[in-house]
C-alpha cells in the first residue's frame, strides 16, 4: 500500500510540475516565453488612431465591429468608406463577387514606434488573412501600424484596404503614392487567390521573395521570369499552374514600377515578422503535443492503479 501511495504522490508531482496549457473551459493556452528588452524605439510626434467603417452599416452592426476593435465608440477619430471609394481600387483586380454592393469592411489603424514593424489582427474576415494584409500594405508605403480589420459578419475583406489608405492619408496628412495602392491591391488579390490553394503563408512568402528581386526581374524576359517563379515555389514545396504563373508575371511588372530600395526595406521588414510569427505557432503546436504526450502518459498511469485496486 505504500508503495502505491508513493505512486499517487507522484503522479500528482507530475501534474503540478506540468505549465498551464489548458484553461478550464478546455481551450488550449499557451504563454510563449518573453523576448529580452530592447532600447525603446522613437515615437511618432503624435499618438494618432482612426477607425473607418464601412459605409453601409447599421447602428449595431457598427457597435459589432467596436467590439472587435475593442473600443467604445467616440474614443477615437471615426471615417467611413463607400462602396464606390472602394470599387475605385479593386475594379479590374477582384472579382465583382468578392467586391459586393456594399462598404461592410471596416479597419482601426493606430501608428506604432518607428521600427515596430506591423501589428494585423482579423475578425470576421474569411478570404484575406493577417500576413497578406501586412505584406499589400508594405507595397502601399505602410509601416510600422497596428490594424484591425473587422466586420459583423463574415466577409472576404478585400475592400479593407481602402479603409487602411485612408486613415494612413488622414493621421499623416500625406498622401500614398497611387501606383502603390494599386499594385497593393494586385497583390491582395493574388496572394488571396494562391492563397486558397497553397495556404497564405506560401503564396505570401513567395510574392515577397519576387519583390527582393525586382533589381533582376526588370532585365528578364516573361520566360526567364517564369523559370525564376517555379524555383521559387519548389523552395516552398509548391507546383503552380500556368495562369497563377501568369499572375505572379504581371504582379512583378507592375511593382517593377515602384522604388525598389525602398520597396526592398519594407519587405525584409515583413519577412522578419512573418519569420518570428511562423515560429512561434511552431513552437505551440510542439508544446502542445508534448503536453497532449505527457496528459496521455499520466491517463495510462491512473488506468493501470485502477487495475491494481480493482476499481
Known amino acids: ?46 499618438n494618432q488612431s482612426r477607425a473607418v467603417l464601412g459605409a453601409d452599416l447599421t447602428p449595431d452592426q457598427a457597435a459589432l465591429v467596436y467590439q472587435a ?43 506604432l514606434p518607428t521600427g515596430a514593424n506591423m501589428d ?7 478570404w484575406c488573412t493577417p500576413e497578406m494584409y501586412m505584406s499589400a500594405l508594405a507595397t502601399a508605403g505602410i ?21 487602411v489608405y485612408k486613415a494612413y492619408e488622414d493621421m499623416t496628412g500625406k498622401k500614398l503614392d497611387d501606383l502603390a495602392k494599386a499594385v497593393s491591391t494586385q497583390e491582395l488579390s493574388i496572394t488571396g487567390g494562391l492563397a486558397q490553394e497553397i495556404g497564405s503563408m506560401d503564396s505570401t512568402s513567395i510574392v515577397n521573395d519576387l519583390k527582393l528581386m525586382l533589381d533582376e526581374t526588370k532585365t528578364m524576359t516573361d520566360e526567364e521570369m517564369r523559370r525564376e517563379i517555379v524555383a521559387i515555389a519548389k523552395q ?10 501568369g499572375q505572379l508575371i504581371a504582379l512583378c511588372r507592375s511593382l517593377e514600377g515602384l522604388d525598389p530600395d525602398a520597396l526592398r526595406q519594407r519587405v525584409e521588414d515583413v519577412q522578419n515578422t512573418l519569420n518570428k510569427v511562423s515560429e512561434a505557432k511552431t513552437q505551440v503546436v510542439g508544446f ?7 496528459v496521455s502518459s499520466v491517463r495510462e498511469f491512473f488506468d493501470r492503479i485502477r487495475d491494481i485496486i480493482g476499481m
Open 120 to 126: 494585423v489582427r482579423t475578425s470576421n474576415i474569411t
Open 69 to 111: 476593435f475593442g473600443l467604445t465608440r467616440g474614443s477615437v477619430i471615426e471615417l467611413t468608406v463607400t462602396n464606390a471609394e472602394e470599387r475605385q481600387y479593386l475594379q479590374g483586380y477582384v472579382s465583382e463577387a468578392l467586391i459586393g454592393t456594399r462598404s461592410i469592411s471596416s479597419v482601426y489603424v493606430e501608428l
Open 288 to 294: 502542445i503535443q508534448t503536453v497532449s504526450k505527457v
Open 236 to 245: 516552398y514545396n509548391v507546383s503552380l499552374t500556368d495562369n497563377q504563373i
Open 1 to 46: 500500500m505504500k508503495k502505491l501511495l508513493c505512486a499517487v504522490l507522484a503522479a500528482l508531482l507530475l501534474f503540478g510540475a506540468l505549465p498551464t496549457a489548458f484553461a478550464e473551459d478546455g481551450v488550449a493556452t499557451v504563454v510563449l516565453p518573453a523576448e529580452e528588452e530592447s532600447a525603446a524605439p522613437v515615437q511618432p510626434a503624435v
Open 143 to 163: 509601416t510600422d501600424a497596428k490594424v484591425i480589420v473587422a466586420s459583423p459578419f463574415a466577409v472576404s475583406g478585400t475592400a479593407a484596404l481602402t479603409g
